[in-house]
């Protein structure tokens, strides 16, 4: 696969060159040329290099949804250094772990996200931090964005980014409870982006909508740094809600390219939408990521939305993130559709041997798009990448077209709105509560968010716990997203010989547990 740029500042400088006066962003009744938004983002870089960041350094971003956003990020990477968007969904003690992880002494959060940062100084070793907001008082340790923009030149500094150097880490949690940074090159990056916009053949007339947490992978690859590569415009959505703004911008700026999470799209499908949108919206692909796409979605929304095609797509952060795309020519229901080119998938059995067509085995990938590794974690990279094969840890099947069927998680895996939730990490947090003697959470079917997470919970002799104290417990200390949506009492938890906890069992029986969960 040839690539056209080293980096994606290059992308930024020859759109601010053939685009100078066309809009690169739209927010609120704001618009952003290519020309403006080269240029804040050399004074960002300019800024960062004279408080010192330098090539290679990690720098964390706690940003909403936001230009700013975009700024910092390209800013960042302008100079050589490595991009870390943090979820904004997180509790303190997540936010400091990633800090810890990449020893920032820096970073770049949003003022109203402040309350998730109280103490993160006496916690990490960050020492600066540059607020995007209003902020009341600026001094050395906190600076203004704003200021930065309005005060400092846009001289040119850069240390220009080669192909192979890494241009972002994304932390995904593991089965061990504790997140593990996925470096992501330009070339991994780049070979998405080439494989995506060879399917919907994208030009600068394409306009994109951005709603989505702009930390995720989806949306960095597909709804910020493809557009980049063709020169679309991008509409920036500062929040989900109210989702009738998304519809009125969509209408009103006349987006091209519609990405989402499956439970958007089913709200989509049975939402009464005013008739003037069908007939006066411009857009010609719905793409949808992060989760699985249930089949009569799928149904419902194509008998509703005929102009546009719904194309369904598989990845994980770990293949920045893309690794199969449904055809627009061809859409299988119940398939997340074949590899994307330059991507090749694999069925193998435990053995890490091929399985025959249409049997069900552990996905494997393999492409230009695999990660370089886990950051500071060698032991989980060479279990995850064996001989360049990336191990998802999901259970699939390819037909004869080689359209992929995702069929189940090997690792436990939940998947909530879209975004990931790690059983064990939920677990371990539990655990510290006075009282439990064991705790097993599993990710229960939920028509709306896809799945939530439900635990089963084994107490010790004597102890009496309510579930609202436990929630409460773990609303100090983890994300809202995590906390198990229901908390059910048992006497024994199922296990193996070995005293292993089978949750495949929970997940059979999960309603019969459920009854003796409420009976208790």
Not at 90 to 107: G, P
Not at 329 to 352: H, M, T, Y
Request: hydrophobic share 40%; with cysteine.
């Amino acid at each position: 696969m040839g690539y056209k740029y080293n980096n994606f500042y290059e992308m930024i400088e020859e759109n601010a060159k053939k685009y100078k006066n066309k809009p690169a962003y739209f927010i609120d009744d704001k618009k952003i040329t290519w020309g403006e938004f080269k240029k804040q983002v050399d004074t960002f870089a300019r800024a960062l290099h004279l408080i010192g960041i330098k090539k290679g350094d990690k720098i964390p971003l706690l940003v909403a949804n936001s230009l700013e956003f975009i700024i910092a990020m390209q800013g960042i990477q302008k100079i050589g250094a490595v991009a870390v968007p943090v979820n904004t969904f997180l509790k303190e003690e997540e936010i400091a772990f990633i800090l810890n992880d990449i020893e920032a002494d820096m970073l770049i959060a949003s003022k109203k996200l402040q309350n998730n940062i109280k103490n993160i100084r006496k916690k990490t070793s960050v020492k600066k931090i540059i607020w995007e907001g209003d902020v009341e008082k600026v001094d050395e340790e906190n600076i203004s964005f704003n200021e930065i923009l309005s005060t400092f030149n846009s001289h040119e500094v850069k240390d220009t980014p080669k192909l192979d150097d890494l241009a972002s880490i994304i932390y995904t949690s593991g089965t061990t409870g504790k997140p593990k940074g996925a470096m992501l090159t330009y070339r991994n990056i780049f070979s998405n982006i080439l494989g995506v916009n060879e399917l919907v053949k994208l030009t600068q007339k394409d306009r994109f909508i951005a709603y989505l947490p702009m930390f995720h992978s989806f949306t960095m690859t597909v709804n910020l740094l493809l557009p980049m590569y063709s020169a679309s415009a991008v509409v920036i959505i500062k929040s989900i809600m109210p989702f009738s703004n998304i519809i009125k911008q969509t209408l009103l700026k006349r987006v091209t390219i519609f990405t989402g999470v499956p439970d958007v799209y089913s709200a989509l499908s049975r939402a009464k939408l005013p008739f003037y949108f069908h007939w006066f919206n411009k857009v010609r692909f719905f793409i949808s990521g992060a989760a699985p796409l249930p089949g009569e979605v799928l149904n419902r929304f194509s008998k509703k939305f005929k102009k546009a095609k719904l194309l369904e797509g598989y990845g994980l952060s770990e293949a920045s993130p893309v690794v199969a795309v449904n055809r627009p020519e061809l859409q299988k229901p119940g398939s997340v559709g074949p590899a994307l080119p330059g991507v090749e998938i694999k069925i193998v059995n435990d053995e890490l041997e091929e399985v025959p067509t249409g049997e069900a085995g552990e996905v494997i990938v393999k492409g230009d798009n695999v990660m370089q590794g886990y950051y500071k974690r060698e032991d989980a990279t060479k279990e995850t990448i064996i001989n360049g094969w990336l191990l998802t840890g999901d259970i699939g099947k390819l037909d004869k077209d080689g359209y992929l069927y995702i069929l189940d998680r090997k690792k436990d895996l939940i998947i909530c709105k879209g975004v990931n939730i790690y059983p064990r990490e939920i677990e371990e947090v539990c655990m510290k509560f006075p009282g439990i003697k064991e705790c097993a959470v599993v990710g229960k079917k939920d028509e709306i968010v896809g799945e939530i997470p439900v635990a089963f919970v084994e107490l010790e002799d004597d102890a009496e716990v309510s579930e609202m104290e436990l929630k409460k417990f773990l609303k100090q200390h983890l994300a809202n997203y995590k906390i198990p949506k229901h908390i059910y009492f048992v006497e024994n938890l199922p296990k193996n010989a070995t005293g292993k906890v089978l949750k495949r069992k929970l997940r059979e029986k999960i309603d019969e547990y459920v009854k003796e969960g409420e009976s208790k």
